[in-house]
Nanobody
Framework: QVQLVESGGGLVQPGGSLRLSCAASGFTVGNYAIGWFRQAPGKGREGISCISADGDTFFGDRVKGRFAVSRDNAKNTVYLQMNSLKPEDTAVYYC?????????????????WGQGTQVTVSS
């Protein structure tokens, strides 16, 4: 059974950092692409990052240069390191997989989703 569980969200001041974790079970993260999405209140879900099966990484324009994505195959976990956080980064953050090798920028390609973790950037 494929499961994804996000953790690491919380309240952080502008300019601060957080690291989100996406713990997977039922499949091996090193063999598949894992995407990160976020959804702010009243807005649609936005694709922000992805790591492919080959380890290639992709970032949306709004987070490029501030966020990094990595994975630990031994822990079967993918991480999203978020630096220089801004109030507009406030959202629920989700990880997802479509059990494919490639990254896709839109949510329609992803079949399995975690429950999400809240990130709030505020002073």
């Amino acid at each position: 059974q494929v499961q994804l569980v996000e953790s690491g969200g919380g309240l952080v001041q502008p300019g601060g950092s957080l690291r989100l974790s996406c713990a997977a079970s039922g499949f091996t993260v090193g063999n598949y692409a894992i995407g990160w999405f976020r959804q702010a209140p009243g807005k649609g879900r936005e694709g922000i990052s992805c790591i492919s099966a080959d380890g290639d990484t992709f970032f949306g324009d709004r987070v490029k240069g501030r966020f990094a994505v990595s994975r630990d195959n031994a822990k079967n976990t993918v991480y999203l390191q978020m630096n220089s956080l801004k109030p507009e980064d406030t959202a629920v953050y989700y990880c997802a997989t479509g059990l494919g090798a490639k990254c896709w920028p839109t949510e329609g390609q992803y079949d399995f989703w975690g429950q999400g973790t809240q990130v709030t950037v505020s002073s």
